[in-house]
């Protein structure tokens, strides 16, 4: 890999994308911990969208300019996942997530990590794992009920409701997470049991 794709424009998005998840909890670190307001909410979200977009953005530019480099495939998904799960956790701390809906949190959670280390074991192995329509649409639910829930208490002074809908869609996520994680583990299944036969 030259030095030229890892100072890529795609690369920089995703490294971006990295730099926003400790500004994100810093916001609400600072909105909930440090009783700093709630106008941080706001903050919090638009690093959260900027970020959200970036996504797209890394991977169509990578393509379309032929920029792909091993970098960006590694870090990619992770600034994705660190993105909503450090989210989740704030949420989760501040108070947006309890109850019940702290279930459809861990779910995101555990699919995530179970996924990932699936992936690691079958890249050993050599062994690809597509990403299909349905988990991209999985990603998709994720951040907007993540961004949704980042302006939680914030948006409900604008329009009462607003969390009670962004808790909807994190069990919208959390049942998508259920079904591509389960989807993801069929697909490698017969490389785990033929690796222990």
């Known amino acids: 890999m030259t030095r030229g794709h890892a100072l890529s424009l795609p690369n920089l998005l995703t490294y971006g994308r990295c730099v926003a998840v400790p500004l994100v909890a810093a916001c609400l670190f600072w909105s909930d911990i440090l009783e700093g307001g709630v106008w941080l909410r706001w903050v919090a979200v638009v690093i959260y969208v900027v970020a959200a977009v970036t996504d797209f953005f ?58 990932s280390g699936l992936r690691e074991f079958l890249a050993e192995l050599r062994v690809s794992v597509p990403v299909t329509r349905l988990a991209k649409w999985k990603t998709t639910a994720q951040l ?54």
């Open 58 to 115: 890394d991977g169509y530019l990578a393509r379309a300019w032929q920029q792909q480099s091993a970098i960006g495939r590694m870090l990619d998904p992770i600034a994705d996942k660190l993105l909503v799960s450090a989210s989740l956790l704030m949420l989760a701390s501040d108070g947006t997530i309890r109850g019940w809906s702290l279930w459809a949190a861990l779910v995101i959670l555990c699919r995530e990590i179970l996924v």
């Open 144 to 197: 907007v009920a993540v961004g949704v829930l980042l302006a939680g208490p914030a948006a409900d002074l604008l329009v009462p409701g607003i969390t009670l809908f962004g808790i909807g869609l994190l069990w919208i996520a959390a049942l998508l997470t259920l079904y591509t994680g389960w989807d993801y583990f069929r697909a490698g299944a017969r490389h785990l049991i033929g690796d222990d036969a």
